[in-house]
């Protein structure tokens, strides 16, 4: 089953696709759709970004993708996320651009 994620996963990346990330606003609160299980530091990230809103991140809206999606500073360090990761460091820079357009979209 494993092997079978990962040669889907390949598939897709190869044909050129583009993960998409979403935010839906109801009033004050945004609630912003992730691909993969981020490292929390995603979601302190959003709530700086937007300080006086509630924000929050429903996961894995990208079903079998990426995994686990670690910060930069996470990869080189090791451990079971990184190295289950199928995606780069750079994920990261991509990710936090993306949130911020979401987040001052209004």
């Known amino acids: 089953m494993q092997t079978a994620r990962k040669l889907a996963w390949l598939y897709r990346v190869r044909s050129g696709y583009q993960t998409e990330i979403g935010c839906?606003?109801?009033g004050p609160a945004c609630v912003l759709h992730m691909p993969g299980e981020l490292f929390v530091e995603y979601q302190l990230?959003?709530?700086r970004m937007r300080p006086d809103d509630f924000v929050c991140m429903a996961a894995y809206t990208d079903q079998g993708g990426p995994t686990y999606i670690c910060t930069a500073a996470a990869y080189p360090q090791g451990?079971?996320?990184?190295g289950a990761s199928r995606v780069a460091p750079e994920v990261e820079q991509v990710l936090l651009a993306a949130m911020?357009?979401?987040l001052d979209a209004r």
Do not use: M, T, V
Request: glycine share 8%; no cysteine; proline share 0%.
């Open 45 to 47: 990230a959003a709530q």
């Open 24 to 26: 839906l606003r109801i």
């Open 79 to 82: 451990g079971y996320e990184a």
């Open 100 to 102: 911020r357009r979401l």
